[in-house]
């Protein structure tokens, strides 16, 4: 897997769209952001930041550029899960479960189905 930056929340914003999208043309992530629309130039930019951060790629259609994500959603997930995890749970999956059930993002039933999971996994030879 190739180095990853983190994204700003703008840029996060964008990729969601590239990753829903799978390509597109700036002004059609435009029509799916929530109003107050940013103007063209705003999301123009973010994207050519994201391509130089090695995010997206673009085909170019005469002047025109239709973009893409060369980044997986699942492959930023487990980056970001990652940096979640090493940078505010040092590293431990079960300080970072914690902190989720005090503050009630997960209820009981999550909780039981997150354990059946590590026994589904921890049958299976994986890490519980």
Do not use: C
């Amino acid at each position: 897997m190739k180095e990853l930056k983190e994204l700003t929340r703008a840029e996060e914003q964008i990729m969601q769209e590239l990753w829903d999208l799978d390509k597109a043309f700036v002004k059609e992530i435009i029509d799916r952001l929530p109003d107050p629309k940013p103007a063209y130039n705003t999301v123009s930019t973010i994207v050519r930041i994201l391509e130089t951060k090695g995010f997206v790629s673009h085909e170019a259609f005469g002047k025109s550029h239709r973009y893409f994500p060369l980044v997986s959603k699942e492959e930023y997930r487990t980056f970001a899960t990652g940096k979640l995890l090493h940078g505010y749970f040092n590293n431990s999956a079960r300080n970072m479960l914690s902190f989720f059930l005090e503050e009630q993002k997960l209820d009981l039933k999550d909780a039981d189905e997150l354990l059946q999971l590590l026994e589904e996994a921890k049958k299976k030879g994986g890490k519980p």
